[in-house]
């Protein structure tokens, strides 16, 4: 990603990246020795989320991380805070101190939060983000029985990462489905994650709810100490030490929703056309968790869509002839813990632990997106 020629950005147009995720930091660096690039993210460090889960059971891997975007741009402007508004018509971006900063082509790399530990609150400092990282580990340390709250990637991929790093305790499942993860998965992928559990001895409560009004979650602290008693709609009782809960993903709208709403779908995402632009505006893109392209959210296919946003904005800029985002087939490298895991190629191909494990499992993808960064990764 990104350019490393100190010369000045070739074209004098203006472009603001609403959210330094995966896709917003890849259109950011790419564009970088292209034009003029503001990048507006409330954080003060990338945080490399697909990492994070390890955090929990490895603390000197939290530092790991997270990559403070200053200096990620050689040319562009990295803005810590809130976009809060948008003004079309003007082309004009709010942040939430109050300033405006003007574009000529706008992207929104919003992204969508889910608890922690599958994702950091919104606008958690680096600072921050290790002391919470540090109390989580420290509550895992002390429990001996761990229930986690959603089958989907994260929740499987949380329980996993436990049961691996800690045999002993008792890790227990629980999803509202009768079926783990998304049903777009191939079986033969959804087997493999189920006997990866088996094998790691995570019992799996399936087609069961817990009621969530009834537990005191909230962004402070993101998990609940016990000991505690949780009892199902079915009846069935489980007792616990600490609960995570890895459900109630939601696309972060705030940045455009009171300008945007007749473009909007009823999750909050933006609808896109074939070119990622959000529907009748032509200088205005959207990637990743916030558009509504039919695929599964995932940080693979933001950089994907992010490459074609950044092709696409040359071309309007250029006048020529701009090109498609075809959707991709369902895809997921879904580790359980260091060695184990299920993978689902964009081929359709499911292989098991030791790709996934080449893929993702060693070291979570942490040194690869250092070095895309062009930055020096901590050392242990």
């Known amino acids: 990603m990104g350019n490393s020629s100190s010369a000045p950005p070739k074209h004098s147009c203006e472009v603001v990246i609403v959210g330094g995720g995966y896709g917003g930091i890849q259109v950011a660096m790419q564009l970088d020795s292209y034009c003029k690039v503001t990048l507006i993210d409330p954080k003060d460090a990338f945080h490399h989320n697909m990492a994070g889960l390890r955090s929990v059971v490895e603390p000197s891997f939290a530092k790991k991380t997270l990559i403070p975007y200053e200096g990620i741009l050689k040319h562009g402007t990295f803005v810590q805070d809130r976009v809060v508004s948008c003004n079309i018509s003007r082309r004009t971006v709010t942040l ?4 405006e900063i003007s574009y000529d082509y706008l992207v929104f790399a919003c992204g969508s939060s889910v608890p922690f530990p599958g994702k950091l609150p919104l606008g958690t400092s680096m600072e921050d983000a290790l002391k919470l990282y540090k109390e989580c580990t420290d509550q895992v340390i002390k429990s001996d029985r761990i ?3 959603g089958g989907g990637a994260v929740g499987l991929e949380l329980a996993g990462e436990l049961a691996n790093d800690y045999p002993k305790k008792k890790i227990t499942l629980v999803h509202n489905r009768e079926e783990i993860l998304d049903d777009r998965m191939a079986p033969k992928f959804i087997k493999k994650a189920r006997d990866g559990l088996k ?16 537990l005191n979650f909230d962004s402070d602290k993101p998990w609940i100490s016990g000991p505690l008693t949780l009892t199902t709609d079915k009846g069935t009782s489980i007792e616990t030490d600490l609960v995570f809960r890895c459900t109630g993903l939601k696309v972060n709208s705030i940045a455009y929703q009171s300008k945007l709403s007749d473009k909007m779908e009823k999750n909050g995402s933006l609808k896109v056309d074939q070119f990622l632009r959000v529907e009748e505006i032509e200088n205005l893109f959207a990637i990743g968790d916030c558009n ?17 946003a950044v092709e696409n904005i040359k071309r309007l800029n250029e006048n020529k002839r701009l090109k498609e985002y075809k959707p991709s087939n369902p895809v997921m490298v879904l580790p359980l813990g260091r060695s184990g895991g299920v993978s689902q190629l964009p081929n359709g191909m499911v292989v098991g632990g030791f790709v996934t494990k080449s893929i993702k499992g060693k070291d979570v993808m942490t040194a690869d997106t250092w070095k895309a960064m062009k930055k020096k990764m901590p050392s242990d």
């Open 199 to 214: 094998g790691l001895k995570v019992e799996t409560i399936l087609g069961e709810r817990v009621n969530m009004d009834d």
């Open 147 to 149: 229930v986690v709250i």
């Open 292 to 308: 509504n392209t039919p695929e599964l959210k995932l940080a693979y296919l933001a950089r994907l869509q992010a490459d074609v």
């Open 96 to 99: 939430s101190s109050g300033n």
